[in-house]
């Protein structure tokens, strides 16, 4: 689907659909739709980019937003003899030597850390260039012809997101109705996470996608039967 058919679809569902956005502008639909997008992106880590990065002699924290600014999370990273660079946390290098802030030599291990925060053991004293396979963020949709890097079948999720989000703002029944759309855009979601999971696997990647089969999404749709439902008006 197209930005353009996905907006008209968001814009139908919210009733406007004959006379066009009035309540819900454009700005407003496209910019849900390219939430929906990034969300997406983000509970599957379904994109994935593989460069070059010429890493900085002698250094060892690099903000990673700053060198790819599409970048979420990383997948691979190998050296230019292509040898792995292991993942690893900063206690475990700390384990392994005292001295590993700077420790030049070439790059065996990474840690990485919070949103885009990378470390490199040991840091090369003179610059390396590493290979790196990362999780990317999507291309932002602008034109009524634009499509989501996605596979097809997920798009019709993104206007049930869509719907969601734009209904936030009334609260109320109107929002609560709109829940469903919200759980199935997490459905599909979860079951690419499940596809992109095999498929990060087998590629012996050193990160997947959430454990989304695992989230109780119960609460978050007003599902919960420990909860009392609100009485109704004159009840």
Known sequence: MTLGEMQTRVSERLAEGATGPVYYPAAEIIGALNE????????????ERTTTWTVTAATTFFHMLSVFPDWIVPLRIRTATGAKVRPARLEDLTSLDPGWLSRPRA???YAALGADLVAIYPQPAAGATLTVTYARGPVTMVSAADVPETPAE???????YGVNRLRQVEGGQEFQKSLPGLGSFMEGAGRYATYVRARNLGGRYDKVPFELELFDRSAMLGLRKDVVPARKAGG
């Open 36 to 47: 929906a997008d990034r969300l997406f992106v983000l509970l599957t880590l379904g994109l």
């Open 107 to 109: 790059p065996l291990r």
């Open 154 to 160: 997920y798009h019709p999720l993104y206007v049930d």
